[in-house]
């Protein structure tokens, strides 16, 4: 299967428009402060891309980046200029045109961006085999991946090497499609579905059990869009699976618990993130605006403490007392129709 998908974005795919589905192009618009930067990308790569979501989260400026799965570049190049030339952007990919038509344009977007030197570099590599790569453990700030994940074998060696990889308080910040159940082992064998970003789709629940054992101990689901499958003979063969485009940040933070447990604690947002004055996103249900005291688990303390975040907060209360479950946790499907967000006095995952 791996050499499959490595032919068909090889190969098979010229362009997004030789896709089938729309599974692997589900991004919405984005802000107007990164489509200024998505315009000085060079048309070669913007016409190759292939991704369903924006691999981007606040505060990256003089960030150490990995990209799992960059393919010909696109999002190395927005991150290089969201990490300024005092970060570094590392893109890895297993398909040699891709990235061949990345390392093209390394010069091209060096000028373009106004850097001495260039902060991005590419290597070839499996991300199921990062180890096999020149990588440090514990030497990125962030890892990010656009609909790459789902067309790993081994999903959980690729989350244990990016749990590795990470230094403590990093996360791993990602788009991906995601199924409403488990996929049929017919379907997961057709070369084709796979490589449209559906076969290899993983159940979110089982998402959930990988990225625990890999030490992403509480996932957070930032964002989700149903993906709606037009071609007519695709969506007779997938019958009622329903798939989403989902985006999860998860940290490396050692001492998170299994549960959204109360603490009792609060935290206020100063305003202080460039582009955020107003309010923070830290998942779809924690929307913190600016100023408001925003009760919290000791999760999502921990989330904003003991991470890259911690100087944009003010923190309310300690460890001293525990209070129970935090309410408003649960099991249920985490997507919805609407992908409306959640925005009550206090959030849970």
Not at 228 to 253: C, H, M, W
Not at 263 to 279: F, M, N, S
Not at 302 to 318: A, P, S, V, W, Y
Request: with cysteine; glycine share 8%.
């Amino acid at each position: 299967m791996r050499e499959a998908v490595e032919a068909y974005y090889g190969s098979v795919l010229e362009s997004s428009n030789d896709l089938k589905t729309n599974a692997c192009t589900t991004a919405g618009a984005p802000p107007a402060h990164l489509s200024s930067l998505l315009r000085n990308i060079h048309p070669d790569i913007t016409s190759t891309y292939y991704g369903c979501g924006l691999v981007y989260p606040p505060e990256l400026y003089g960030a150490r980046i990995l990209d799992l799965g960059c393919g010909s570049g696109r999002d190395c190049y927005v991150l290089s200029q969201l990490a300024g030339p005092d970060g570094s952007v590392v893109g890895v990919d297993m398909t040699d045109n891709q990235l061949e038509i990345a390392r093209r344009h390394v010069d091209f977007h060096t000028e373009k961006f106004g850097f001495e030197k260039s902060n991005v570099e590419f290597r070839k590599g499996y991300l199921e085999k990062l180890d096999e790569l020149d990588l440090a453990p514990a030497s990125f700030d962030v890892i990010v991946s656009n609909c790459v994940i789902n067309l790993a074998i081994d999903k959980l060696a690729v989350l244990r090497h990016a749990f590795t990889l990470l230094k403590e308080g990093g996360e791993l910040y990602f788009a991906d499609v995601y199924a409403d159940r488990r996929i049929p082992a017919a379907l997961s064998r057709d070369s084709v579905l796979y490589g449209e970003c559906l076969s290899g789709a993983l159940y979110w629940n089982d998402f959930h059990a990988l990225a625990k054992q890999a030490g992403f101990l509480d996932p957070r689901l930032v964002d989700d869009n149903p993906i709606e499958i037009r071609d007519p003979a695709v969506a007779e063969r997938i019958g009622n699976i329903q798939f989403y485009s989902g985006t999860y940040r998860l940290f490396k933070l050692p001492h998170l618990e299994p549960a959204c447990e109360d603490y009792g604690q609060a935290v206020i947002y100063r305003g202080t993130i460039e582009h955020d004055p107003h309010r923070f996103v830290l998942d779809k249900h924690h929307l913190i605006d600016q100023g408001r005291t925003f009760p919290v688990c000791g999760n999502t303390w921990r989330m904003l403490h003991d991470t890259r975040f911690r100087k944009h907060f003010d923190f309310i209360g300690n460890w001293d007392r525990h209070y129970g479950i935090f309410e408003g946790c649960g099991t249920s499907l985490p997507f919805d129709l609407s992908s409306e967000p959640n925005n009550d006095a206090g959030g849970c995952c």
